[in-house]
């Protein structure tokens, strides 16, 4: 699925796009930046590092492209991949569920409407398989990133600890439900 947004005349040449594994070394890229930008006074140095060479090696993100049940998502600004969003089918018996998993925009491109067109793109996806909710979570302490999930939808759920290496993180579960509105692509 390709997408092509009018959100301004800055953004003219947006695409969003399904991944694919030639644009796997750009989204570990992007995950490394913006993770070294939004989690350097939370999370250990170290922490960090394991947890990008676990999570967004070429090997681990490959099993993601074209997977079913899963939306890969890249943003290309003016043909450069400058964020991604990813999610992912997780099941429930009786309804269907889906969790944002990975959404990152470079910071040198971010409140430009990147991010909306990814989530967008996303939600529309997620109405077409017939998913009714989507959850995601973020650091308790990512107050902006905590903003833009609530202006997209999403609502607090939960807090919950995780370990990330030798951390426990709290991290702040959100809740959207998915609409038919969201099949409509303005």
Known sequence: MTQTHNLSPTLSRLTVRFATEVDLPQIAHIAHVTWDATYSETIDAENRRE???RSYSI???ATSIGAPGQWFYVAEFE???????HFVRRYHPTHGRAELVRFYVLPDYQNMGIGRAILKTGFAALAEARIDRCSVSVQATNVRAQKIYEQ????FYRN?????GTQIITLSQFIRPIIAED????
């Open 59 to 61: 090997e681990s993100l």
């Open 79 to 85: 043909q450069e991949v400058v964020g991604f969003g």
């Open 152 to 155: 997209h939808g999403f609502t």
């Open 51 to 53: 947890f990008l060479a």
């Open 160 to 164: 919950h600890g995780q370990f990330l």
């Open 183 to 186: 099949l409509r692509q303005d």
